[in-house]
């Protein structure tokens, strides 16, 4: 099992988070998302994406769990709708 699959496989969040971003996923278009989400160029592959996008979301699981004032629901939720996505992009290749 690769490093990407197993941080998936390990990623436990609060049941609103995950309902959120799965009814996000529908939207969800990679071009448009991932250039705004991620403030680069479009990464060329779905595991490209998940590289940038895994630390970007534990950064925000952190300020979740610490009560940050910095932390913001949306931000979190549009991060993990591209996860999802990302993710199931990189399962299906």
């Known amino acids: 099992?690769?490093?990407i699959t197993s941080e998936l496989n390990d990623l436990r969040r609060p049941s609103l988070l995950v309902d959120a971003a799965n009814c996000?996923?529908?939207a969800y278009q990679r071009r448009r998302d991932l250039r705004r989400m991620l403030r680069v160029a479009i990464?060329?592959?779905a595991r490209a994406a998940l590289e940038k996008?895994?630390?970007i979301e534990a950064d925000l699981e952190k300020r979740r769990?610490?009560?940050a004032t910095t932390y913001s629901f949306a931000r979190h939720v549009d991060?993990?709708?591209a996860l999802l996505a990302e993710a199931r992009a990189f399962r299906a290749s």
């Open 53 to 55: 996008l895994l630390p």
């Open 65 to 67: 769990r610490m009560g």
């Open 79 to 81: 991060i993990l709708v």
């Open 43 to 45: 990464p060329p592959t």
């Open 24 to 26: 996000g996923t529908e």
């Open 1 to 3: 099992m690769c490093k």
